[in-house]
Structure formats: C-alpha cells, structure tokens
C-alpha cells in the first residue's frame, strides 16, 4: 500500500509540475500562464502578433491580476499589470518609439495626451538611446503599484519609473486602444483570438 501512495504522491507532483510550467507559444515566444511581479501574481491573458503588411514585427502578450476579455475591463483593473513584447525581426527602435508616441496621441484625448508628454517624450528617448532591437529581443512594459510604470529593454530597467498612474494604460492602449496598433493583435490580447 505504501507503494500506492508513493505513486500517487509523484503522479500529483509531476501533474503539478507540468501545470507550473504550462505556457502559451506565439510564433516561437512562449508566454508562461502566469508570472510574478514583484509579488504580485499575474495571469496570462492573451497574446499575438503585430504585422506589418505581411511581415511579423513582435510578439506581444498581456498579462493582469485576473482574466479580462474587454478593454475597459483591462484597463479599469486595478493591481499590477505587464506588457510583454518580442522581436520577431530586426527594427529601429527610435522608430518604434516614434510609433508608440504616436499610438498613444491617438487613443486619446488632446487634453488627457498632454499631460502625459513629458513621459511621452521621456518614453521615446530610451527607444531611441537603444538603437536597434534585434529578431529575439523582448521589452517589458509594467504598472507596479506604489512604484509606477516600469520600462525593461533586453532586461534591464530603464531608468526610474513613470510616476503618473495614467501613463500605463496610455501606453497600454496602443494595443487595446480604440485605435489599436493592430485589430488582431487587440483581440489575440484581450483573449479573444490566437
């Protein structure tokens, strides 16, 4: 009998095991189902592709404290929140900054966007200082609460984090915005589409 537990003992671990490590693939970047961010635990939510006419450009996946599968859902949650992104080609990244500048004016109001300029622009120089994000690279994009929003490029924090609480879902909104970055990409992140 004790040979019976035992093996159902290990049966559970190696279930539990396979669970831990259970994981999304899109086009070659894996998205754990959950991760930790400096405490706080966070879910998978969804995860696509951004195209550019027919070119892949990035991986991106969205991750929140609890499943959401509208925008508004996503952005009025309150708890940490992260924005995971993979190269899947070779871009200037003054260029990609340059986008997301643009992205963010666009899903906004004239008023709300100029608050948010010197972040805006701050945001768009530590693209530009990296130069170039290579097929493989990965960014990170977090809202980590009492601290801010947190930019990460190829692992390394960039600087101090954006104070303002609105500067997170303006960025956030480049991809569920209502004038997203790509409309497939809006629904692959909101969980709707893969």
């Known amino acids: 009998m004790k040979w019976l537990r035992n093996l ?3 049966g559970v671990a190696c279930v539990l095991a396979v669970s831990a490590m259970a994981e999304t693939t899109v086009s ?14 966070l879910q998978f939510n969804g995860a696509g592709i951004r195209y550019k006419a027919i070119f ?4 991106a996946g ?12 996503a952005l009025a949650m309150p708890g940490a929140k992260r924005i995971s992104i993979t190269m899947l080609r070779d871009i200037d990244s003054g260029e990609l900054g340059k986008l997301f500048s643009r992205a963010i004016e666009d899903n906004m109001d004239r008023t709300a966007f100029s608050k948010l300029i010197p972040g805006v622009l701050r945001m768009s120089q530590i693209f530009s200082d990296t130069k170039k994000l290579n097929s493989g690279d990965s960014f990170m994009i977090e809202w980590v609460p009492g601290s801010g929003t947190v930019i990460t490029v190829k692992g390394v924090a960039q600087g101090e984090p954006f104070k303002e609480p609105e500067f997170f879902n303006a960025l956030l909104r480049i991809w569920i915005g209502s004038k997203p970055a790509d409309f497939q990409l809006k629904e ?5 589409a893969s």
């Open 28 to 41: 070659g970047v894996k998205f754990a189902d959950s991760v930790d961010l400096r405490g706080n635990k």
């Open 62 to 73: 969205l991750y929140l404290p609890k499943k959401a599968s509208t925008a508004e859902e």
């Open 56 to 59: 892949k450009v990035y991986a």
């Open 188 to 192: 692959a992140m909101l969980g709707k």
């Open 8 to 10: 159902t003992l290990a």
